[in-house]
């Protein structure tokens, strides 16, 4: 089965900078694009950021200018930088990807989650 791990997550100060790793393992012969998604309590989940296997990136609007998503394809894992947090960013943060099986059959993957908590 395919696999996401998710690190980085933690309790950081307003303005202060983490980076969220995920790495995917498993039965994966290609992965398309990679991204993250968040849920904060009480809202709906949402998009953060992602990126093709083009290199192509979209944000949210909320966090342009601050996160930036990047990607190692050699090791099939994708970074968040998130700076200049704030506390509205507080939320647990989701990696999701979607790739080509061995049967050239389109699957998606989520990870279990990574808490990151902004507050002083």
């Known amino acids: 089965q395919v696999q996401l791990v998710e690190s980085g997550g933690g309790l950081v100060q307003p303005g202060g900078s983490l980076r969220l790793s995920c790495a995917a393992s498993?039965?994966?012969?290609?992965?398309?694009?990679m991204g993250w998604y968040r849920q904060a309590p009480g809202k709906e989940r949402e998009l953060v950021a992602d990126?093709?296997?083009?290199?192509?990136?979209n944000y949210a609007d909320s966090v342009k200018g601050r996160f930036t998503i990047a990607r190692d394809n050699a090791k099939n894992t994708v970074y968040l930088q998130m700076n200049s947090l704030k506390p509205e960013d507080t939320a647990n943060y989701y990696c999701?990807?979607?790739?080509?099986?061995?049967?050239?059959?389109?699957?998606?993957?989520w990870g279990q989650g990574t808490l990151v908590t902004v507050s002083s």
């Open positions: 498993g039965s994966i012969f290609r992965i398309n694009v």
């Open positions: 999701k990807t979607t790739y080509w099986n061995y049967r050239m059959l389109a699957q998606v993957a």
């Open positions: 990126i093709s296997s083009g290199g192509g990136t």
